[in-house]
């Protein structure tokens, strides 16, 4: 265990102010220092945190698998496989059951087949390999893999209770596979061997495989080009040999074996007989309309899947997707259910990618009774209810709809207090859409239990369409407890008559941030067309107005920021070198030339009529920001509240504004540059009223919820410079600025170029130009302007001229960043605390701390009421204290520590129920709660300030704002998120770097605990909602519809698996019918098959080497995994096999009893036969 020390007040060692911060100087300033000390120890703080406590791993995924490409059933284990585009498999089964694995390679999953009952699954993927997964371990793990080199796998079909594969290729042929062994035999159903000789033509690829249900010899081979083949295995030649004329895309037995169906491309169904080979005896076209003919049936779309079921009490199912007509291209997806004479459509949200239908008997040779249907959209996974007229769905389980608008925010929350998911659950269950089943979810196998973990945890998601879900993320599950609309609160719009650049583009309500205090219960939300909207929480329906509030941000100081405000002139003086915003636009359309000035204008209208509001959460304030001087108002880029001052508070690239949501009145609206006063480290140029004028529709900040998923096309821009760091040579300002946008140079895997608005110009500086730059002299050189980590840019596919020579993107960060940062000091982060406001304060005071794009952190005091009765009429004065501290880098987080390195909580105010029935509720006092100080008063040093930015992380003595540590967290990369954290009652700074870098440093000593590169940064959707929480945990949206959570506490580690659930549970195999002597004697059946015998070396010998390699893996069975070589081990394993035996030898009894039942049975009915016939003669009968 370490010690670290805190410092006296007044030591100038390390001095305050921005020289401390913003040069980085001191002691621990350089690059690789752990965190510096400066001063003379006084007081010591034991911290206790070390790398053993951390240990990084995922925990689980949830949401809709991205891209499904496969789907697969265990009948008797009653556990769903899905697999994608990606290569990833999902695993599901009762609510908790829910595991992720993926394939190495990234191979597309192209069919997946359990081993029923087995716990194992074979999965075929696009590079052509085979992978067996061992299920019986709660992270499933790949035994066995098999690399077909010559041939590509089109289809594949494991036999029940059959440890041979049938594999069909792209050339036409048939390899098997030993599962056990995962070697190829010599056995090989050849293509030209399968076709008569007679035929000249290819028959295209295996697209079906399956044996017969009454001969487990006979192997069924479909054609692509509408051949069928019934091989017979032991004879190794042709039976029958069937032709159609139509593209087969996959067949469905009947139980019997007597007669199977096929789907074919021109949207028909035929069912074939063995017994009459030569055509189909019936065909049926389910959507085609018969022509004027009268005769010939219209062809419709290809029919992708057909499903034969059959039933005891009723017509078979037969259930396909597909088939529609082409005379309705505006018909959605489809599913038809044929049962007897009735014929359902079920209309799909989304195209179908595969179903199944879940039968009773895991035997094909028995009645099916199918029970549910499963289908697997691109979208959603639903389960349909079969045993209901009616075809209702099944209530699912998974949080399959994190997608069902874009996920453009999330926040995360352990710990929080225990009464919110009931109440929350309470009021979101009233608002659950009713007509489902009243049958339980049918995917129920695996097993499940709460574990050690027993903490409430809460995940909210910010949405496109304005929605916000809060779900109950306790004990590794994931269910929605409750889902706010926040677009409620505003007008509809009306897209009719207005100017496009009026408007946002296509998502209006889009949230951007949010920020929530669980304790009081306030919510807040920041939307992407600059309003910010309060919520109070409430049990009781209420009918009322909704409060609105506008508010005007704007800076009034010139773009350009200089140490000298002569060294680069205004945009307005024709002599500078940089482009003119008219010239930046790529439009002449501006605002103004549409003659009328738009002025005090918000985006959006709020309903000013009374408005019923549900139990939940209820709007109490909208506040929008409005255009001025004819430009629209800028994205929010910061939010915080505090419930016990009653203030919230929001800022963007051009001011704060801080507003009290008790008195709704605006306190503070101020531009950066006044924010600091006499104290603006920067000199700043008057904007030129002109430019105001000309700010034009193209330069909006309104863009479009496209670019929060951006295609391949699209790539993060990032700036890895500080905007507070000096240049390295006097040139480099105006060359970064007039570097192309698509220029790009990799430091250490990532994407890195400096931007701003002149950038996308597509000017070069002139050999004049660069010489009057080169006049300025390396003494004294601008500040870069280029783009802080916070505000991540996405340079958009240019397809038009004029987007080619003008492009000019926006930041789209929902967190931190800024939109047209370049060009302005944003607020980037907001911190609400009880603090030292001033240098040298002696009490302690509510404030508010600011932190903006350029580094620079202010401190805004907060002066409230004395007397709480006096809180709702009394005015709250609220002022800039004058204090200014810098970092490298834009801010991103504060924390604040007390005395003894605890970290103190914001205060909040005790939740109640405004519009409660109760009066005495309704009017007691405000309970304020806030966080107790040291026992001491008379220390010099009081707190701790933590301070984070893109590129540093600081901690500040309070009040004397001494810096005592620093930590220069990267030079070459940029931090994405910082959290300050709890974790097993301590506290330390959890960072994400854009590089992939999850970093954790000790409080307040900086000291790094742990450096793991572990997430690069391949889509700016981890960027956006990467996030961390108390007690090891965060998360990221890892596709656009699955969210994955991390854990870096090795406690959690350590109990990880206890609370996993399993995916393999001891389930019994159903005992097939009995058939009967008779039945079994003359059924016609080919008896059992010895597949060992006719596959087995001894017979097919030995598979080419080249065709195939045989790649072992790394998966074994958990439970003797541990002791696989001691006597633990050996007695697990004979425990294992001694109950395998005992319990064949069971069965084995159980079959010999019924043998002799039957045979007593036969012999008591032959000995009444022969006694009721003995005396008669023969002419009696």
Not at 26 to 51: C, F, M, W
Not at 1028 to 1044: M, R, V
Not at 1098 to 1115: M, V
Request: overall charge neutral; hydrophobic content about 35%; proline content about 6%.
């Amino acid at each position: 265990m370490k010690k670290f020390h805190k410092v006296l007040d007044g030591l100038t060692s390390s001095p305050g102010g921005s020289s401390s911060g913003g040069s980085g100087s001191g002691p621990g300033s350089g690059s690789g220092h752990s965190g510096g000390t400066a001063g003379t120890p006084k007081e010591e703080i034991q911290e206790t945190l070390t790398s053993d406590y951390f240990q990084i791993s995922k925990t689980v995924r949830h949401g809709f698998p991205y891209l499904p490409t496969a789907l697969a059933f265990d009948p008797v284990q009653k556990i769903l496989a899905i697999g994608t585009r990606t290569g990833a498999i999902r695993i599901l089964g009762r609510p908790g059951v829910d595991c992720y694995c993926q394939h190495e390679g990234g191979g597309a999953v192209l069919q997946l087949q359990f081993l029923i009952n087995e716990g194992a699954l074979v999965s075929a993927s696009s590079d052509d390999m085979l992978h067996l997964w061992n299920l019986r371990q709660k992270r499933p793990a790949i035994l066995h893999s098999l690399k077909f080199n010559r041939e590509r796998i089109t289809f594949c079909h494991l036999p029940f209770q059959s440890k041979w594969l049938y594999v069909g290729t792209e050339r036409g042929n048939t390899h098997i596979v030993n599962i056990e062994s995962f070697i190829l035999s010599g056995y090989v159903i050849m293509w030209n061997k399968a076709i008569e000789l007679s035929t000249k033509t290819h028959p295209g690829p295996v697209v079906h495989l399956s044996d017969s249900p009454r001969d487990e010899g006979k192997l069924l081979i479909g054609y692509e080009n509408g051949t069928v083949v019934f091989w017979d295995l032991r004879s190794k030649r042709a039976d029958l040999r069937l032709y159609y004329d139509e593209a087969i895309h996959s067949i469905g037995w009947h139980n019997e074996g007597k007669q199977f169906m096929c789907s074919h491309s021109d949207g028909s169904l035929t069912l074939w007989n063995l017994k009459s080979p030569n055509r189909p005896f019936q065909i049926i076209i389910p959507h085609g309309k018969i022509q004027r003919d009268g005769k010939k049936v219209e062809s419709c779309k290809p029919i992708l899947k057909v499903e034969y079921k059959t039933c005891k009490s009723s017509e078979p199912f037969i259930i396909f997707s597909g088939g529609l007509s082409y005379d309705k291209p505006w018909r959605r997806p489809s599913l038809t259910i044929m049962h007897g004479k009735a014929i359902t459509v079920l209309e799909m949200d989304h195209p179908i990618v595969d179903f199944l239908t879940l039968c009773e008997t895991p035997y094909p040779n028995e009645v099916q009774e199918p029970y549910a249907l499963v289908v697997l959209l691109e979208k959603d996974l639903i389960a349909v209810d079969l045993t209901q007229s009616n075809f209702p769905i099944f209530e699912n389980p998974y949080p399959m709809d994190i997608h069902e608008s874009p996920v453009t925010c999330t926040e995360y929350f352990a710990d929080c207090p225990p009464d919110l998911i009931p109440v929350l659950y309470s009021v979101g269950a009233k608002h659950k859409k009713q007509g489902y089943s009243n049958k339980e979810w049918p995917i129920s196998g695996g097993a499940w239990n709460l574990g050690a973990q027993t903490y409430p945890e809460i995940i909210i998601t910010g949405h496109a369409d304005g929605s916000v879900k809060f779900w109950d993320a306790s004990a590794i599950t994931l269910q929605m407890l409750y889902k706010l609309k926040t677009s409620k609160v505003f007008e509809k719009q009306k897209l009719e008559g207005k100017p496009t650049a009026e408007m946002v583009e296509e998502d209006p309500f889009a949230i951007q941030l949010m920020y929530w205090c669980p304790e009081s219960r306030i919510f807040c939300v920041a939307g992407v067309s600059a309003y910010v909207i309060i919520y109070k929480f409430s049990r009781h329906e209420v009918n009322t107005e909704i409060s609105s509030l506008e508010v005007q941000l704007q800076s009034d100081i010139e773009d350009i920021i200089s140490p000298e405000a002569e060294i680069i002139p205004p945009f307005s003086n024709a002599s500078s070198p940089l482009p003119s915003l008219k010239d930046l636009s790529g439009s002449t359309n501006t605002v103004a030339s549409e003659g009328t000035m738009k002025d005090s204008i918000p985006y959006l209208s709020v309903k000013t009529r009374a408005v019923k509001m549900p139990p939940g959460y209820q709007a109490d304030l909208v506040i929008q920001l409005v255009w001025a001087d004819g430009e629209p108002p800028q994205q929010i880029t910061s939010l915080a509240a505090n419930s016990a001052y009653g203030l919230v508070a929001f800022g963007n690239c051009s001011g704060l504004a801080v507003v009290d949501f008790m008195q709704k009145t605006t306190l503070l609206s101020m531009g950066s540059f006044d924010l600091y006063g006499s104290s603006d480290p920067y000199q700043r140029q008057p904007r030129s009223p002109r430019r105001s004028k000309q700010f034009t529709a193209d330069n909006f900040c309104m863009r479009g919820l496209t670019n929060f998923y951006p295609d391949l096309t699209k790539r993060i821009r990032t700036s890895y410079q500080s905007l507070t760091e000096l240049s390295d040579g006097p040139i480099s300002l105006e060359l970064e600025r007039c570097k192309s946008p698509t220029t790009s140079d990799h430091i250490n895997g990532h994407c890195t170029s400096p931007i701003s608005q002149s950038c996308s110009s597509g000017k070069r500086l002139s050999s004049a130009d660069v010489t009057k730059i080169n006049r300025r002299g390396p003494a004294k050189p601008p500040f870069r302007k280029a783009q802080s980590a916070a505000c991540m840019e996405i340079s958009l596919p240019v397809t038009t001229e004029e987007n080619r020579e003008n492009s000019f993107s926006h930041s789209r960060s929902s967190s931190v960043s800024s939109i047209d940062k370049e060009s302005k000091e944003a607020i980037t982060a907001l911190y609400f605390t009880e603090s030292f406001p001033r240098k040298n304060d002696t009490t302690v005071l509510p404030c508010l701390w600011v932190g903006t794009g350029l580094g620079m952190v202010l401190t805004i005091s907060l002066n409230l009421p004395t007397v709480d009765e006096l809180r709702q009429t009394e005015p709250v004065m609220v002022s800039p204290s004058g204090t200014v501290l810098t970092l490298k880098g834009a801010v991103l987080t504060f924390g604040c520590l007390d005395c003894t390195g605890t970290l103190i909580h914001p205060p909040y105010e005790a939740w109640r129920d405004p519009n409660s029935t109760d009066e005495s509720e309704r009017t007691r006092k405000r309970k304020l709660v806030l966080h107790s100080p040291c026992s001491s008063q008379d220390m010099g040093d009081h707190q701790f300030a933590v301070i984070c930015s893109e590129k540093q992380a600081k901690v500040f003595s309070l009040p004397s704002q001494i810096c005592l540590y620093v930590h220069n967290i990267t030079d070459t990369s940029f931090l994405l998120r910082a959290d300050v954290v709890t974790l097993c009652t301590n506290v330390c700074l959890a960072c994400f770097c854009a590089n992939g870098h999850i970093i954790l440093l000790s409080l307040p000593s900086l000291r790094s605990l742990v450096d793991v590169n572990y997430l690069p940064v391949t889509d700016m959707r981890i960027a956006r909602t990467f996030c961390f929480t108390n007690e090891g945990q965060a998360l990221y949206l890892s596709s656009p519809t699955e969210i994955q959570r991390l854990n870096y506490s090795q406690e959690m580690f350590d109990t990880l698996q206890d609370t996993l659930g399993e995916l393999f549970t001891p389930v019994e195999t159903p005992e097939a019918q009995y058939r009967g002597f008779l039945k079994g004697l003359f059924g016609g059946t080919g008896g059992t098959l010895d597949r060992e015998e006719l596959f087995g070396e001894a017979t097919a010998g030995k598979a080419s080497r080249s065709l195939a390699q045989h790649i072992p893996g790394s998966g074994g069975v958990e439970g003797v995994k541990g002791a696989a070589g001691g006597a633990i081990g050996d007695l697990a394993r004979a425990r294992l096999a001694l109950d395998e035996r005992g319990q064949k030898l069971g069965e084995l009894d159980e079959r010999t009893v019924r043998m002799m039942a039957s045979a007593e049975a036969f012999s008591k009915h032959a000995h009444e036969v022969m006694v009721k016939y003995k005396d008669k003669k023969w002419y009696q009968f």
